[in-house]
């Protein structure tokens, strides 16, 4: 069991609105609002996502063997015309300062392997005569060509990672995404080697860095392999506001339920919420509002808290809205998703799904209307799961002032005494 993260992490991630493209600015503006609206609720990372090496990147697209920013230890290095402050050597240190400033963790982003730039140039590796091209393994990222795979069976592969990782908490890194990792179906693994090389490179730098691995879906037989070497890993491929892969992840939450543990999270990905889209695109779509209704907005932060996903908000957060504000800082829920223990899915049929978990002093009871069409909550359910203390937390209500109706593809979570 790993001894940190023993909550879910949350945060704010740069993907969902300004895809491979993030800039200094926008980071800092995003740190100072979370820092005054979010965190006294427990949101505290800010997360660059990826391609920050990268000078060019414009959007959410990958251009193919693009030049990247790095060092003559074949390191990737912030781009300094989107990152100004990296200049000289800094790196990321002065950014991670300015958020640690504000109370807040800093995160980055990088993809598995080592750059084929640095391969093509024979590039040094820190600690050692051999060279980039001598470490590299042709296993490559199938959407992305930044990186070749790294050679772990020899040591200069794991120096390689020691020497990232050492660098990273130099900044003073808080936590670590790594992608092209988790599960791979071009090359039918979950490139276990690479993954034990960068738990070890953090464990030896004594910084406790949070290491997330993607993208998904992870394979439930590496969830105990999981456990053991990363804090969060993912369930799905990048996750969108689309009801459809809204509805797939509750069967997801239900076969990982089992792993759940502090230190060890289970991730459903970003949440798509308020503003998304500015500079991504992603599967067509650009700039906008989340297409999500705002019940299934509600389900999506009901089922990612009870199952307790670490959560990461992908949207601009200078453009937060009340409604989306008020699904980040329910007190109730944020308690629920920080302490719960147990849960678990009850119930299933084609138009409702149950979960249930409990603290010290109180058990919830999520119950999901999955059809397409508002419904009363059968009694059968009722009956079942809620007593006479039960309090819906969304609305405040209480149970016996009447069950109400439940808006399609939305959802009601109550909270009752704990026996």
């Known amino acids: 069991m790993l001894e940190f993260a023993k909550t879910p992490p949350k945060g704010w991630n740069s993907w969902d609105v300004y895809g491979a493209s993030v800039t200094e600015e926008e980071v800092k503006r995003n740190a100072d609002i979370m820092a005054e609206k979010l965190k006294v609720y427990g949101w505290d990372y800010v997360v660059v996502d990826i391609q920050w090496y990268e000078p060019g990147a414009e959007s959410a697209a990958y251009r193919k063997?693009?030049?990247?920013?790095?060092?003559?230890?074949?390191?990737?290095?912030?781009?300094?015309?989107?990152?100004?402050?990296?200049?000289?050597?800094?790196?990321?240190?002065?950014?991670?300062?300015?958020?640690?400033?504000?109370?807040?963790?800093?995160?980055?982003?990088?993809?598995?392997?080592?750059?084929?730039?640095?391969?093509?140039?024979?590039?040094?590796?820190?600690?050692?005569?051999k060279t980039a091209d001598q470490i590299a393994v042709n296993s490559i990222c199938p959407w992305n060509s930044d990186m070749y795979g790294v050679d772990m069976s020899i040591p200069e592969g794991q120096l390689y990672y020691d020497s990232l990782m050492e660098l990273y908490a130099s900044w003073g890194v808080d936590f670590i995404k790594v992608d092209d990792i988790a599960y791979s179906t071009i090359y039918r693994d979950s490139h276990r080697k690479e993954i034990e090389g960068i738990r070890k490179a953090i464990d030896k730098t004594g910084?406790?860095?949070?290491?997330?691995?993607?993208?998904?879906?992870?394979?439930?037989?590496?969830?105990?392999?999981?456990?053991?070497?990363?804090?969060?890993?993912?369930?799905?491929?990048?996750?969108?506001?689309?009801?459809e892969l809204l509805y797939d992840m509750f069967d997801r939450c239900n076969y990982w339920s089992p792993f759940i543990r502090k230190g060890n999270w289970p991730d459903c990905d970003m949440l798509p919420l308020g503003h998304i889209g500015i500079r991504s695109g992603e599967r067509g779509k650009a700039d906008r509002m989340t297409c999500f209704t705002k019940p299934e907005q509600k389900t999506m932060i009901t089922l990612w808290s009870i199952f307790q996903s670490p959560l990461m908000y992908g949207g601009e957060l200078a453009d937060l809205d009340a409604w989306t504000l008020s699904l980040l800082t329910n007190t109730e829920v944020n308690e629920m998703h920080r302490t719960l223990e147990g849960q678990r899915q009850e119930y299933r049929d084609d138009e409702w799904i149950v979960w249930s978990g409990e603290n010290k002093e109180s058990t919830y009871i999520a119950i999901f209307n999955v059809s397409d069409e508002k419904k009363e909550i059968p009694g059968k359910l009722t009956e079942r799961y809620l007593r006479k203390d039960a309090k819906e937390i969304w609305s405040g209500k209480k149970v016996t002032e009447g069950t109400e109706e439940v808006e399609n593809h939305g959802c009601v979570l109550y909270q009752m005494k704990r026996i």
């Open 207 to 243: 910084r406790e860095i949070v290491l997330s691995l993607s993208p998904g879906p992870a394979r439930l037989q590496d969830g105990s392999f999981l456990q053991k070497n990363a804090n969060m890993w993912r369930l799905t491929d990048d996750f969108w506001d689309e009801w």
């Open 65 to 129: 063997f693009a030049d990247l920013k790095m060092d003559e230890y074949s390191r990737v290095l912030p781009a300094e015309n989107r990152f100004p402050s990296s200049a000289d050597g800094a790196g990321f240190a002065p950014l991670a300062e300015y958020v640690h400033k504000l109370g807040l963790k800093f995160g980055i982003h990088i993809l598995r392997g080592i750059p084929r730039q640095a391969v093509h140039g024979r590039m040094h590796i820190k600690g050692t005569d």
